[in-house]
């Protein structure tokens, strides 16, 4: 609204609002004018570039399912217009790496542990300096990736997640969490031949938290 000078738009206030909603060719940089600078997502593909991480006995290992997973999700937010990067485990962009978010996608053991080793985790940085957000991404990505792909969440986060090293790299202004999508043996199945539902899933929980979506954050600890 303050955009909206009195008497410089006609009709009904669904037009004005229509109006002031699209962009004109300068905020486009069409016409010479400065290009609105892009809203910016870091995804880290878990154990890329760095180690294997946990390796199946049919050959597949959890970076190849983390560095699928996490390519589909920065495909989906860069066809959106955002400005998305896809990151290493170690990468040396995420010292004071500053972003509207990131999210780091891994996955939880091949090897079979009992029937109840099945379904997703989600662990928010506590490291952030606003945990009201780094609260409400968490419960984006939880609300959001159940709904899509149907898994459960599993309560066993470890200090691998929630001390998870890159939360102590990047700036303390970036609100994070890193999700491990599933488990490499009991649901093997989802995460290897409907990849794309995973991926739609955490592109969801990262929209819900950039677009502000209706879920109440977790309680800080």
Same mark, same amino acid.
């Given at each position: 609204?303050?955009?909206? *000078? %009195?008497?410089?738009?006609?009709?009904?206030?669904?037009? &004005?609002?229509?109006?002031?909603? *699209?962009?004109?060719?300068?905020?486009?940089?069409?016409?010479?004018?400065? %290009?609105?600078?892009?809203?910016?997502? =870091?995804?880290?593909?878990?154990?890329?570039?760095?180690?294997?991480?946990?390796?199946?006995? +049919?050959?597949?290992?959890?970076?190849?399912?983390?560095? !699928? $997973?996490?390519?589909?999700? &920065?495909? !989906?937010?860069?066809?959106?217009?955002?400005?998305?990067?896809?990151?290493?485990?170690?990468? %040396?962009?995420? !010292?004071?790496?500053?972003?509207?978010?990131?999210?780091?996608?891994?996955?939880?053991?091949?090897?079979?542990? +009992?029937?109840?080793?099945?379904?997703? !985790?989600?662990?928010?940085?506590?490291?952030?300096?606003? &945990? +009201?957000?780094?609260?409400?991404?968490?419960?984006?990505?939880?609300?959001?990736?159940?709904?899509?792909?149907?898994?459960?969440?599993?309560?066993?986060?470890?200090?691998?997640?929630?001390?998870?090293?890159?939360?102590?790299?990047?700036?303390?202004?970036?609100?994070?969490? $890193?999700?491990?999508?599933?488990?490499?043996?009991?649901?093997?199945?989802?995460?290897?031949? +409907? *990849?794309?539902?995973?991926?739609?899933?955490?592109?969801? =929980?990262?929209?819900?938290?950039?677009?502000?979506?209706?879920?109440? %954050?977790?309680?800080?600890?």
């Amino acid at each position: 609204f303050v955009a909206f *000078t %009195p008497g410089a738009l006609s009709g009904s206030l669904s037009d &004005q609002l229509a109006v002031l909603l *699209t962009p004109q060719p300068d905020e486009a940089g069409l016409t010479g004018g400065t %290009p609105r600078p892009r809203i910016k997502i =870091g995804i880290v593909a878990g154990h890329w570039g760095n180690d294997s991480g946990a390796v199946c006995e +049919n050959g597949t290992t959890e970076m190849d399912v983390n560095l !699928k $997973i996490a390519t589909l999700v &920065q495909q !989906k937010l860069t066809a959106l217009g955002f400005e998305t990067d896809l990151l290493e485990e170690f990468d %040396p962009r995420l !010292k004071s790496y500053q972003a509207a978010a990131l999210v780091s996608i891994h996955n939880d053991s091949c090897a079979y542990i +009992n029937d109840q080793a099945t379904g997703f !985790k989600v662990a928010r940085a506590m490291s952030a300096r606003d &945990q +009201n957000l780094a609260g409400r991404l968490e419960a984006c990505l939880r609300d959001r990736y159940q709904r899509r792909t149907g898994l459960s969440l599993h309560d066993s986060v470890t200090e691998d997640m929630t001390l998870y090293h890159a939360f102590d790299e990047i700036s303390t202004g970036t609100t994070a969490a $890193i999700i491990e999508t599933g488990f490499l043996n009991l649901d093997y199945r989802i995460l290897t031949e +409907n *990849t794309d539902q995973v991926a739609t899933g955490v592109a969801e =929980g990262i929209l819900c938290f950039i677009n502000n979506e209706n879920i109440a %954050p977790t309680a800080t600890p």
